[in-house]
């Protein structure tokens, strides 16, 4: 099934910037029986890790780690852009290409214990994912895993968390 996956994401040259190819999951997301299967698998790993609840960061996060929680029965959390959650939040700083961001969560929103996978649509850099980590552990609880669509494993973001098992649908090598 893997490399129906490969098949449905499109690959956007130049996007958002010359040089870059930018992996497109859209088209997954727009065949119901692609998307279910994602899901599915997805699903499949989150269960294996034995999680309480997903966290999945803005935006695609939201799209990749809500059907996944809803398969399984359990809690999501969104992890947002500054701002734009109206209670009292937990917030982590991470680095981009050129710049850097910071992602909050509400502070009840982890309980101390609970078993937490990160769910999103790209793993690059390890940006996003290393402060969702942090956020999770700042309020108790603990980072079992991660999940993507997409790995791009040239960029080496999952050595930046090592020991974090990551799982993901398709791996693009070179580019």
């Known amino acids: 099934m893997a490399n129906d996956f490969e098949k449905h994401i499109a690959s956007v040259k130049d996007f958002p910037n010359k040089g870059i190819i930018f992996r497109d999951i859209t088209p997954v997301l727009q065949d119901g029986k692609l998307f279910q299967a994602a899901t599915h698998k997805l699903a499949e790993y989150v269960k ?34 500054p701002h734009k959650l ?59 895993g991660s999940c993507f669509y997409i790995e791009l494993p040239d960029l080496k973001g999952k050595e930046k968390l090592p020991g974090l098992d990551v799982f993901s649908l398709v791996k693009y090598h070179g580019a």
């Open 86 to 144: 109206p209670r009292e939040v937990e917030r982590a700083s991470y680095d981009l290409e050129y710049g850097s961001n910071s992602l909050e969560i509400h502070k009840d929103a982890i309980k101390p214990g609970q078993r937490v996978v990160v769910c999103d649509d790209l793993l690059a850099t390890a940006g996003t994912l290393r402060a969702c980590k942090q956020l999770i552990e700042n309020l108790g609880g603990e980072l079992v």
């Open 48 to 81: 294996s890790k034995n999680a309480d609840i997903i966290v999945g960061p803005e935006a695609r996060g939201f799209i990749v780690g809500c059907p996944v929680a809803t398969e399984l029965g359990i809690g999501f959390v969104p992890a947002r852009k």
